[in-house]
Structures are given as C-alpha cells and as structure tokens.
C-alpha cells in the first residue's frame, strides 16, 4: 500500500507538472498538510475533501499572485484573462493551467491586432489559445513542439453562425483546436499529403476533438484575413502559420507567412504567430 501511495503521488506530481508547469510544485507543497488535515479529522471523506481543497487553494493563489510577479524576470507577462481591449482567452482553462504567458512585445501586438480588428468590426474579439507557461525556456507546453520560450502565441480564427450568417465570437471547438476549415475539391490538400507521407500526427486533433458544432459554424474569411494582415502588419511578428490551402483562399500576401511542416498539426483551425 505504500508503495503504491508513492506511486500515485509520483503521477499526480508529473501530471500537474506537464499540464501547468507549476502545479507539481504545489502539489508537493499540499502534502505537508496532509499529516495535519489527517489529524484534524478521523473521517477519511472529511480528510480527503480537506486535502483537495488545500491544493486548489495553494493552486490558486500561487496562480492568481505570485506567478504573474515570479515571471516578469523570466521575461514573460500574462495576456488579459478577462476580456482586456478586446482580446480575451477561448477558454479560462488557458489562464488556470497557466498557458498564457507571453514576451511583453507580443502581447503588445497581440493587443494592437485585437483594438484595430474591433475598429474595423465593431464588437469583435480576438480569441487567444495557447501561449507559453511563465517560467523557463525550453519548457515544453505539450502537444505543441516550439511554446516554450515566450515568444509564440496561437489565435482562433473567426466565425459566423451558419444559421443567420451573423458574425460572432464564438468557435466551433470549445478549445480552438481540432475543428479545421477543410480545403474545397480545387485546393491544395497538405492534410491528405502529409498523412500519405507517414505523418499520422498532422490530423489526429480531429479525431479528439468533438464536431457536433461544425455544421453551426462558418469561416468569416474577410474577418479572419483582416486578423491576418493586422498581425503580419506588426513590426514584432517574424512568421505567422496558417494552413496553405487558406493563403490562397484568403489571398494572404505577406513573407511573415509560411507553412509549418508536416511534423506539427493542422493550422486550418487555428492562427499561430511568434516573434522574430
């Protein structure tokens, strides 16, 4: 049984760690109440209920507190987690993981992208996904292969409602990632060439990722070209990814905008942007 205990500990440790970069740490830090909490209460429900809460605590204010300050002289900043001059995160769970932390220069043009795409189309907001976590170069923010110094971010493209044709700032995966704008018959198809060519990875978000919401949605490409040209414009920004068969869908014109490789995923879902 202590063996085993250990061994749970061990993978909750790695778990935390590989999802949030820091929650292992305070995972660690937990356990020191747990001889206290065990104590306190001889109902192993009570106990346990206690220990979770601990966690979450610690978890959260180190999270909320002391992370945004313990990262500045790493270089990296956290982007707004609430709606912040009209850019926000998909989802929460970017910022609760700690996946939102970027270099100060490309927040700024992150920013600057969101307040001229919302001049131009009024009530629009760029959505965020991934970013980088806030400590340690070379850290890998899994599954992606290159968040890991600050200077990359990925941002959702925008959409309309099939049903009205109306814009919104809604997406079709809750994530942002996995529900891809496939190419039409005449368009160039890198998904079917990399699979053909052994890259079983290049599409494999969309089998996880659930679809029912796909049909609802429609690609807003004069929004999601103008988002686009805004962040190619931005004098920080050195590549910009995005799937080839929409360069030329989008007619997107600029030499910051390349493909990614085969050995990474499918950017028919999703904008990705790093510094130069």
């Not at 990614?260 to 130069?276: E, F, N, T, Y």
Request: one cysteine or more; proline letters at 5%.
């Amino acid at each position: 049984m202590k063996h085993l205990k250990i061994a749970i500990h061990i993978f909750v440790f790695i778990l935390l760690t590989v999802l949030t970069q820091i929650g292992g740490l305070i995972y660690l830090l937990s356990l020191l109440t747990h001889a206290w909490i065990e104590k306190s209460t001889t109902r192993k429900i009570s106990a346990a209920a206690l220990k979770i809460l601990t966690f979450v605590f610690l978890y959260t204010a180190c999270t909320c507190w002391l992370v945004p300050l313990l990262a500045e002289p790493f270089g990296r900043v956290p982007l707004p987690v609430k709606e912040t001059d009209h850019l926000k995160p998909l989802t929460i769970l970017t910022c609760v993981m700690n996946r939102h932390y970027v270099r100060p220069a490309l927040k700024t043009a992150a920013v600057d992208a969101a307040r001229s795409m919302h001049e131009k189309f009024p009530g629009t907001t760029v959505n965020y996904l991934d970013a980088n976590f806030p400590f340690i170069n070379k850290f890998p923010l899994l599954p992606h292969l290159s968040h890991n110094d600050g200077k990359k971010l990925d941002l959702a493209f925008c959409y309309r409602m099939s049903a009205t044709n109306k814009d919104t700032n809604d997406c079709p995966s809750a994530i942002g990632y996995g529900v891809c704008e496939e190419p039409l018959p005449h368009e160039k198809n890198t998904a079917a060439f990399c699979a053909a060519n052994g890259y079983w990875n290049y599409s494999v978000l969309t089998y996880i990722i659930p679809q029912k919401n796909k049909k609802m949605f429609s690609l807003d490409e004069g929004r999601t070209r103008e988002l686009v040209q805004q962040l190619t414009a931005q004098k920080a920004i050195g590549k910009l990814f995005i799937e080839p068969h929409l360069i030329e869908r989008l007619k997107l014109q600029s030499d910051k905008i390349r493909f990614h490789g085969c050995q990474a995923v499918r950017h028919d879902d999703h904008i990705h942007i790093q510094l130069k």
